[in-house]
């Protein structure tokens, strides 16, 4: 069974783990459906510890990744397995 995105993203949480200023240019830079698997990853809420990023080219995949990037250094990551909201 193939997801379908939703045809509108929600607007994605702050992590706790992240500060407030990384999070803030984040949403500057991000559209939510980024903003929601930055969030994932952050947070620990990836299913095994893997979250696939996919898409066509120029959908903002390697943006994404490098606000991932940015998100791991900037905050206090959860280990493998810890999740925080």
């Given at each position: 069974q193939i997801q379908q995105k939703p045809a509108t993203a929600t607007i994605a949480a702050r992590p706790r783990s992240l500060p407030t200023d990384i999070w803030s240019s984040l949403q500057k830079n991000h559209n939510p459906y980024q903003l929601a698997s930055i969030s994932k990853v952050v947070s620990g809420s990836c299913k095994n510890n893997v979250c696939l990023?996919?898409?066509?080219?120029?959908?903002?995949?390697?943006?994404?990744?490098?606000?991932?990037?940015?998100?791991?250094?900037?905050?206090k990551a959860p280990l493998p397995g810890q999740r925080q909201s």
């Amino acid at each position: 069974q193939i997801q379908q995105k939703p045809a509108t993203a929600t607007i994605a949480a702050r992590p706790r783990s992240l500060p407030t200023d990384i999070w803030s240019s984040l949403q500057k830079n991000h559209n939510p459906y980024q903003l929601a698997s930055i969030s994932k990853v952050v947070s620990g809420s990836c299913k095994n510890n893997v979250c696939l990023i996919q898409g066509p080219p120029g959908t903002g995949k390697s943006s994404t990744i490098v606000g991932i990037v940015s998100a791991l250094l900037s905050g206090k990551a959860p280990l493998p397995g810890q999740r925080q909201s």
